[in-house]
């Protein structure tokens, strides 16, 4: 059953950040690698409070360092692979 998600994208921002906000950061991160529009809007500064709500999810989480942003800080603590 393909395509039952299609729409997805194209859901208001603000149902689509509710939704977002029961996810993890991981699944935020792998949500941006489904397609460019989901990439273009998580990756967005103004969706900086979706990052946060998820990394909050998340017990004894420090906050993001301030030479990062929130997607990259998800990328270093939850990837699993290495980064140097």
């Known amino acids: 059953r393909r395509g039952r998600l299609e729409m997805l994208p ?3 921002l603000d149902v689509l950040f509710h939704i977002f906000s029961f996810l993890q950061p991981m699944d935020l991160l792998n949500l941006a ?4 529009a989901f990439r273009q809007l998580l990756m ?4 900086v409070s979706v990052w946060k709500t998820a990394r909050g999810g ?25 980064h140097v």
């Not at 690698?33 to 460019?36: D, E, F, P, Q």
């Not at 967005?44 to 969706?47: D, F, G």
């Not at 998340?58 to 290495?82: K, S, T, W």
């Open 33 to 36: 690698r489904t397609t460019k």
């Open 44 to 47: 967005r500064r103004s969706s």
């Open 10 to 12: 194209e859901l208001n």
């Open 58 to 82: 998340v017990e004894g989480l420090p906050d993001c360092p301030p030479d990062l942003n929130e997607p990259q800080y998800a990328n270093l603590v939850f990837y699993p692979h290495c």
